[in-house]
């Protein structure tokens, strides 16, 4: 049987007996001794058993809180991403592949922190201090007040920002990190969830802000074991195509701002350069008209951001068609495929289809249904799309346009880049107009291809 671990505590003074007493030895006050039960029930060994811990302070949904302090970079595309601004004692965790500029923008980043006033440390695990200082010369950041590092043992590190107590600290990266507790090799799934949860406790006790570089597998997510993404309060990935300039910083969880934000950066010889207009950016190597070509008006977090959705379709040499795909999940194509096939009676069996999204862009929200289909069937019977026309709808099994958000800020954001028609779903959540755009509004895609391409 199990030990029975029931205590009888004086409710007057604390103190701790075998068993029940009418009047307490330690202070004399009668009938103040009861049996307190254990904590929890399991094996003796793994329970919490009798010890009591410290009573938890609680509030209530309507107490009323200081706003987070925030510190802004001077970056107003990283600023962006991150909610707004750097959270003291906040943990953030950025992926990428290798070559893609992380160490490049956590950089320049440092150097504007560093710049406005915060005390910022970087420590780099890959690269010797001498490659780092390289790097600041080229990108015209030599003489930012950042403190620099080239270590790998966390005790080391951890000694360091507990004597320096930094604002920032960048750790690039986690997976070069060991903790010699661990008996594993470095980048070891034991070794990058415990240095993680020293670097996250590390900032959550001592009021630093930690940003980790993490790698990414061949799939594109951070190497390790997920649950380091759970520990952090934000995770960010930077993604762009290497033949393309453009890079993409997006959040994929962010605890004190929008996720799925975006900041847009362009790759030059000094560096990475913000972006202020994305889809001027995206659009910009646009020519004249050409079939398979159409123009999304998609929204990336907060902002609507206008691309361009190119497909080319070919008769097939082989027995199975090619299905290539680039910035789009190819399962929704194939989707699109079929619905095209079966509801319009519009067959692509025998023809190769590649679809790309210009820019390096990729875009995961169902409203670029309906821009998808718009250039599949604009490739497919030779014709070209009105070059001032942006398309977005969601396009159900059945044939159907579902509306989509934010229909509005797609409008305003397609008129002033010189767009004067949009096609999108007849139920649009957009009671009136502002945008002075003429808005072609079609219920099925049956009645858009009709209406576009002349036949359904």
């Known amino acids: 049987m199990a030990k029975d671990q029931s205590r009888f505590v004086c409710s007057a003074c604390g103190a701790?007996?075998?068993?029940?007493?009418?009047?307490?030895?330690?202070?004399?006050?009668?009938?103040?001794?009861?049996?307190?039960?254990?904590?929890?029930?399991?094996?003796?060994?793994?329970?919490?058993?009798?010890?009591?811990?410290?009573?938890?302070?609680?509030?209530?949904?309507?107490?009323?809180?200081?706003?987070?302090?925030?510190?802004?970079?001077?970056?107003?595309e990283f600023d962006r991403v991150l909610g707004g601004g750097l959270v003291p004692a906040s943990a953030i965790l950025v992926g990428g592949d290798p070559?893609?500029?992380?160490?490049?923008?956590?950089?320049?980043?440092?150097?504007?922190?560093?710049?406005?006033?915060l005390k910022t440390l970087y420590i780099s695990g890959e690269e010797a201090s001498a490659q780092v200082r390289m790097r600041a010369q080229r990108l015209g950041l030599a003489q930012a007040p950042v403190r620099l590092g080239a270590e790998t043992n966390l005790r080391d590190i951890l000694t360091t920002l507990d004597a320096e107590r930094p604002d920032l600290a960048i750790i690039d990266s986690v997976q070069t990190m060991w903790l010699d507790t661990v008996e594993s090799a470095p980048g070891s799934v034991a070794q990058v969830r415990a240095a993680a949860h020293e670097l996250v406790t590390f900032a959550k006790t001592r009021g630093t802000a930690v940003i980790l570089v993490g790698h990414v597998t061949k799939e594109g997510q951070i190497a390790g074991p997920r649950v380091v993404e759970h520990m952090v309060d934000t995770v960010l990935y930077f993604e762009g195509e290497r033949g393309h300039q453009f890079r993409i910083l997006r959040a994929v969880k962010n605890r004190f701002g929008p996720a799925d934000e975006i900041g847009v950066f362009e790759m030059t010889g000094s560096g990475l350069a913000e972006v202020a207009n994305p889809s001027a950016l995206?659009?910009?190597?646009?020519?004249?008209?050409?079939?398979?070509?159409?123009?999304?008006?998609?929204?990336?977090?907060?902002?609507?951001?206008?691309?361009?959705?190119?497909?080319l379709v070919a008769p097939s040499p082989l027995g199975t068609p090619r299905r290539?795909?680039?910035?789009?999940d190819s399962g929704r194509l194939s989707t699109i495929l079929a619905v095209l096939e079966a509801r319009c009676g519009i067959p692509f069996a025998g023809l190769d289809v590649f679809l790309n999204v210009a820019g390096g862009m990729r875009i995961s929200e169902p409203a670029a249904d309906?821009?998808?289909?718009?250039?599949?069937?604009?490739?497919?019977?030779?014709?070209?799309?009105?070059?001032?026309?942006?398309?977005?709808?969601?396009?159900?099994?059945?044939?159907?346009?579902?509306?989509?958000?934010?229909?509005?800020n797609r409008l305003k954001e397609a008129q002033k880049l010189g767009f004067s028609t949009a096609v999108a779903p007849e139920k649009s959540k957009s009671e009136v107009n502002n945008s002075g755009m003429r808005v072609r509004k079609m219920p099925d895609?049956?009645?858009?291809?009709?209406?576009?391409?002349?036949?359904?």
């Open 445 to 456: 895609l049956v009645t858009f291809v009709g209406e576009l391409f002349g036949a359904g």
């Open 370 to 408: 309906l821009a998808i289909a718009a250039a599949l069937l604009s490739a497919r019977e030779d014709v070209a799309l009105p070059p001032d026309m942006v398309v977005f709808g969601e396009i159900s099994l059945s044939g159907a346009l579902r509306p989509v958000s934010q229909t509005e």
């Open 324 to 328: 290539t795909v680039v910035g789009v």
């Open 99 to 117: 070559g893609i500029g992380k160490s490049t923008l956590l950089l320049q980043a440092t150097a504007s922190f560093s710049q406005n006033g």
């Open 16 to 76: 701790v007996h075998r068993k029940w007493a009418g009047r307490c030895d330690a202070c004399g006050a009668w009938n103040s001794i009861a049996e307190e039960t254990p904590l929890s029930a399991g094996p003796g060994a793994r329970a919490l058993g009798a010890a009591r811990g410290r009573t938890v302070d609680l509030t209530t949904l309507a107490a009323k809180e200081p706003p987070l302090p925030r510190r802004e970079s001077g970056v107003v």
């Open 282 to 311: 995206f659009l910009s190597e646009r020519g004249e008209p050409a079939p398979g070509s159409a123009v999304f008006a998609g929204i990336e977090g907060t902002r609507p951001v206008l691309t361009e959705v190119q497909a």
